[in-house]
C-alpha cells in the first residue's frame, strides 16, 4: 500500500511540474540552480526570449555585467557578418619592388602585404595551408624569372601596426596559442608545437624532441617538470609580442604524447622566416634576412611602397573564417575581425578604437543602453569584459531576423544537444544559443555564471541540468 502512495505521489508530482507552463519551470529550475553551495559566493544570470515575439519568458540578474568568457564571441560574429558580410575575405598579396636584371637577380625585395587574414597558413582549410601557400609563392617567384634576390623578404604588417594583444590580456594566456596577439600579417593562426619527451620519473626534467615548425630565431626555455601519470598537460608558456625569448613552465604528464602549442610573438616575422627558407630550398639566394615593415620602421628606415604583384590569395570566405570561430573558439579570429570591423567602419584598428566601435554599433542596432555591453576584446579572452545576459540575448535574437543567420546558427557548436556558444575562463562558465521547447516556442537564452566554487564539470552538468527546462 505504501508502494502504491509513494508512486502516486511521485506520478502526481513529475505531472505537475511538466504541466507547469514553461516560465514557472524555468523559475523553479533557477530557483534551485542559484541556491546550490557552488554559488555561495558567486552569481548567476539567465534571460530566455521568445525568438517569435521578442517578449521575455524569463530574467533573473538580466541587467547584471559579468565576465562572458567567449560567449562574446557571438557578439563580435554578427557584427562580422553585418558590416562585413558573410561573403567577404581578407587578402594577402605578394609582390616584389626595384628590378630584375638579366641574369635573374632581384635588385630589390619580395614582400608579403597582409591585411588582416586570420587563417593565412592555417591547416583548418586545404587551401590555406602553410605548405600550399609557401610552395604557391615560391613558384610566383620563380615565374617571375627572379633567381636571385638582392635584397630581403619583408612583411608588410602596417595595417595593424605590429602585432599586439589586446591590453585586457593576462601573462599567463598570451604565451599560450589561445593567447597569441594579432597582426595584419598573420600566420598559422600565429602558434608553433612543441613536443616534449617526459623523464623517467615524476618531478624529473623533460626534454624539448622538436617543434612543429623552424623557429631557431626563438629561445625555448623549458622549466617544464614531468607529472605523474594521468595528470596530463599542465604547461604554460610565457612570452608576449614580440618576445625573443619563450619560458616553459608548469609539467607534462609521464604518459603524455601530446604537441602543446604556443603562441609565435611575431606571427608577420615568421611567415618572412619561412618563406626566406622556401626559397633557400630552391636554390634562390637572398642577400639579407628577412624581416617586417614594423623592424624596419623600428628601426628608422623606410618601408619601399609600391611593387609589381606576383601572386593574391584570398582567404575563405567569412561564413568559413566564423564557423571555425565559433566551432573551436580560436581567439585570434575574434582579434582580427574585430579590427576588420572597425576598420571598415571608421578606419581604425587599435583595439580600444574598435571595441567602442563595436559597443555603439551595438547600441544603435538593438537600444540597449552601452552599459551592458563593455568589451575589452572580441573573443571574451580579458577576464576584465563585462556584458549582461540581457544584451547577449538581444543580439542574437536580432541576429535571427538577418539573411545571413543560418551561416551563423550552423556556425555554433552543440551542447547538451542545444546549439548554443559555451565560455569558459577561470571562475567563469555561460552558454548562449538557440532552443525550440517541446510546445514549438523558438527560444534565445544566456546563462551566465561568475565565480563559482569548485571545478567546472560539476557546475556544467547543472547549467545543463537547468537548460534542459527550455527543451
Request: aromatic share 10%; net charge neutral.
Amino acid at each position: 500500500m505504501q508502494k502504491s502512495l509513494s508512486f502516486l505521489l511521485f506520478f502526481f508530482l513529475t505531472h505537475h511540474l511538466t504541466a507547469q507552463p514553461l516560465a514557472q519551470k524555468i523559475a523553479t529550475a533557477f530557483r534551485a540552480f542559484e541556491t546550490h553551495e557552488s554559488l555561495a559566493n558567486g552569481m548567476a544570470s539567465l534571460i530566455v526570449l521568445n525568438a517569435g515575439t521578442g517578449q521575455v519568458v524569463f530574467a533573473k540578474n538580466e541587467k547584471l555585467g559579468m565576465a562572458p568568457a567567449s560567449t562574446l564571441k557571438t557578439v563580435t560574429a554578427a557584427a562580422a557578418y553585418q558590416v562585413l558580410g558573410a561573403d567577404y575575405t581578407f587578402e594577402t598579396t605578394l609582390s616584389y619592388t626595384g628590378q630584375i636584371d638579366a641574369s635573374g637577380t632581384l635588385k630589390g625585395d619580395i614582400v608579403i602585404h597582409g591585411t588582416g587574414d586570420p587563417s593565412l597558413g592555417s591547416d583548418r582549410f586545404p587551401q590555406t595551408a602553410d605548405t600550399i601557400l609557401l610552395s604557391a609563392w615560391v613558384k610566383a617567384i620563380q615565374a617571375a624569372g627572379i633567381r636571385k634576390v638582392d635584397g630581403r623578404i619583408l612583411a608588410d604588417d602596417r595595417l595593424y601596426h605590429g602585432q599586439t594583444a589586446p591590453g585586457g590580456w593576462t601573462w599567463q594566456d598570451m604565451g599560450n596559442y589561445y593567447g597569441a596577439g594579432v597582426s595584419a600579417l598573420n600566420w598559422r593562426e600565429n602558434s608553433v608545437g612543441v613536443n616534449f619527451q617526459a623523464g623517467r620519473s615524476a618531478g624529473t626534467a623533460t626534454q624539448i624532441a622538436h617543434t612543429t615548425s623552424d623557429v631557431s630565431y626563438l629561445q625555448l626555455v623549458n622549466e617544464t617538470l614531468t607529472g605523474e601519470r594521468g595528470t596530463g598537460d599542465r604547461v604554460y608558456a610565457f612570452s608576449a609580442p614580440y618576445s625573443s625569448r619563450i619560458y616553459l613552465r608548469g609539467t607534462y604528464g609521464l604518459d603524455l604524447k601530446k604537441t602543446v602549442y604556443l603562441s609565435v610573438p611575431d606571427g608577420a616575422y615568421d611567415a618572412a622566416y619561412q618563406l626566406h627558407h622556401a626559397l633557400d630550398s630552391a636554390a634562390i639566394e637572398q642577400t639579407n634576412m628577412p624581416t617586417t615593415a614594423h623592424l624596419v620602421l623600428l628601426a628608422g628606415g623606410e618601408v619601399p611602397s609600391g611593387g609589381k604583384i606576383l601572386y593574391t590569395h584570398h582567404s575563405p570566405a567569412l561564413g568559413e573564417l566564423i564557423y571555425w570561430f565559433n566551432q573551436k573558439s580560436i581567439n585570434l579570429y575574434g582579434e582580427a575581425l574585430l579590427k576588420a570591423i572597425a576598420y571598415r567602419l571608421a578606419g581604425k584598428t587599435d583595439t580600444r578604437d574598435a571595441t567602442e566601435l563595436l559597443q555603439k554599433f551595438w547600441t544603435d542596432k538593438t537600444g540597449i543602453p552601452e552599459g551592458e555591453l563593455r568589451m575589452l576584446d572580441g573573443s571574451g579572452l580579458s577576464p576584465e569584459n563585462r556584458v549582461t545576459t540581457h544584451v547577449l540575448a538581444h543580439i542574437l535574437l536580432a541576429a535571427k531576423k538577418e539573411p545571413w543567420f543560418a551561416s551563423f546558427f550552423e556556425s555554433l557548436p552543440v551542447y547538451n544537444g542545444m546549439k548554443m556558444k559555451s565560455g569558459t575562463i577561470g571562475g567563469v562558465l555561460g552558454y548562449v544559443g538557440y532552443q525550440t521547447s517541446k510546445e514549438g516556442t523558438p527560444l534565445v537564452f544566456a546563462l551566465l555564471v561568475n565565480n563559482y566554487q569548485g571545478t567546472a564539470t560539476p557546475m556544467r552538468q547543472r547549467m545543463f541540468r537547468l537548460l534542459d527546462t527550455l527543451k
